[in-house]
Every structure is written in structure tokens, then in C-alpha cells.
């Protein structure tokens, strides 16, 4: 258990001779899930360093995800000491487009689905204060903003919550469009047809994105 390995780190480093010449390197794998907060508590108890590998990769369960232990280290020291953690992001799109590297979709920090709420109460926090909804700044920590995908779950808030990401995107979004606005509305409407009519998965940026212009043109249609 991670609270037994952070033990026998401090016994050791408390009773090792020379201890001051010496570099404490810890080495956890994943076996039990335990990786990163066996690592954690072993630093807490005077380790000096940690061995892991990016997104875990190792043998059996894998070692300790770097990137998550850089993490750890901010919360711990309450700084990145010059890291860019924005990196991140580029490095697993690196994998996963270059390398062809399969990171399951949520794989902390770098999975596709890792900051994605489909539920419309979850989006309804984020439309309130983000903070209510995500765990942390994630579009400044790691260039990847919170999103919402779009099904039967999302309701009134999930769309609200897509406009207006996706204004914003195309530059043309002044004013922060309320989920009871006339466009949520009716983009409500429509995308309640699709699930009634049968339909499962989620809806496509490209499919909402023609949603949300035909539901202009029919209200710009009847303010004429």
C-alpha cells in the first residue's frame, strides 16, 4: 500500500549512513492502480526523485505516468518551477498522430474524453463557474479547454455550453448566449427529435454546427 512504500522510504532515509551522498530514486509500477500515490507519499517521506515514463508505459500495469507526477509536484511545491505544462497536450497529440500511439480515451490529462461532460448538470456548472465542474484550470494548464458533447443527456445547458465555445472560436461571439435564449431553444428542439427518433451516440461537431445555423436562419426567418 502506497502508505507502507512512503514508510519504508523515510525508515531508510532516516537510518541510511551517508544518506546526505546519496540520491533516493523510487521506481513504483501500477500494479494495484496505486502508481502515482505510492510515488507521492515516497517523495513526502524524503525520496529524491521519481523513475517513471510517459502515460505510464511500462511493463505488466506500467510505471508512474510522468506527466501525472508533474502534477503532483506543482500541487506539492505549489509551483511548476519553469515546466511547461502545456507540453502535455503536445505530447500526446505527438503520440497518438506520429506515433500512432492508442492512449485510451480517459487517460488522465491526455485522454480525448478527459474533460468532456455529456450530463447537462455538469454543463450547467460550467456555464455558472467553471470551477463548479472542473478539477482544474484546464485550459491554462494544458491548452485543452473543458467541452461538452452533445446527446440526449445534455440538455438545455450542453448546448448553451457548445455555442458558445464555438462562437467564441469563429470570433463572433459578443455576448455570452443564455441556455434560455430563443437559438437554445430551438437547437433544443431539433436535437430532442434525433434521440427521439431512435439515435444513441452523440452528435458531431459538424452536425451541431448545422443545427445551430439552421436554427438561426429560422429565427432570423420569422423576426423578418
Known sequence: MPHVYGAQVEYMCKNLKGRENLIISLHPHNDRGTGVAAGELALLAGGDRIEGTLFGNGERTGNVPLEAMVM???SLRGTTDGMDTTVITEIGDYFKNEMGYDIP????????????????IHADGLLKDEEIYNIFNTEKILNRPPQVAIDAHSGAAGLAHWVNRKLASQGILTDKIDKRSPLITLMKEFVDYEY????TTTLSDDELTQIMDTARATLAAQAE
Open 72 to 74: 503532483e509536484y506543482a
Open 105 to 120: 480515451p480517459r487517460t488522465p490529462f491526455v485522454g480525448r474524453d478527459f474533460n468532456i461532460t455529456k450530463a447537462g
Open 196 to 199: 427521439e427518433a431512435g439515435r
